[in-house]
């Protein structure tokens, strides 16, 4: 049964960086038939989605968010990260990992999620 | 970008009633349209992908149609379980979702 778990610090200060880590058990994120996602929520809000890492190292983000955003692997853990920087009050949110079947687009349907961790912007 | 939106952005409906949730993509996704369901605390959780495809063990009372800008999730008969938000999602460029619209009971 596969499964992802996000880890990393819950609080974060304005101007830093969030990063997180989503390690997945249960099959490898080296798998060519996969793709591996980041969503958040604000509380209260929609879901957002991130950027997505490919087994081959290719990344793929939100425009709104490219700027900031950077999603790595590290195959030999069964771990991607996602790293956020210059963050503010608006990036508050649920963070959620995620994996999509591979296919004829880029990003593709979530059908396995972690729990999700919940990250506050504040000083 | 690509926005979607959902309406209503919240529904009241009782067990066993037929419900319809809309969604509308500002450009055509073909249909390339995915829908979640996502209780509180919980994370979201897939039921229809490319915008009619149910997924394996969902019942069959979900179902969704549409391709192009239009997309709609049908709930035959609401059952007590089905009372939660619901979430479209677009992956024909790049990924956006709606804003959800909430099933609220009766």
């Known amino acids: 049964q596969l499964q992802l778990q996000e880890s990393g610090p819950g609080l974060v200060k304005p101007s830093e960086t969030l990063s997180l880590t989503c390690t997945v058990s249960?099959?490898?994120?080296?798998?060519?038939?996969?793709?591996w996602g980041w969503i958040r929520q604000p509380p209260g809000k929609g879901l957002e989605w991130i950027g997505t890492i490919y087994y081959s190292g290719s990344t793929y983000f939100n425009p709104s968010l490219k700027s900031r955003v950077t999603i790595s692997a590290d195959t030999s853990k069964n771990q991607f990260s996602l790293k956020l920087s210059s963050v503010t009050a608006a990036d508050t949110a649920m963070y959620y990992c995620a994996r999509a079947p591979g296919g004829p687009y880029l990003i593709g349907h979530f059908g396995y999620w972690g729990q999700g961790t919940l990250v506050t912007v504040s000083s | 970008d690509i926005q979607m939106t959902q309406s209503p952005s919240t529904l009241s409906a009782s067990v066993g009633d037929r419900v319809t949730i809309t969604c509308r993509a500002s450009q055509s996704i073909s249909s390339w349209l995915a829908w979640y369901q996502q209780k509180p605390g919980k994370a979201p959780k897939l039921l229809i992908y490319k915008a009619s495809s149910l997924e394996s063990g969902v019942p069959s009372r979900f179902s969704g149609s549409g391709s192009g800008t239009e997309f709609t999730l049908t709930i035959s008969s609401l059952q007590p379980d089905d009372f939660a938000t619901y979430h479209c999602q677009q992956y024909n460029t790049y990924s956006s979702f709606g804003q959800g619209t909430k099933l609220e009971i009766k």
């Open positions: 249960g099959g490898s994120i080296s798998t060519a038939s996969y793709y």
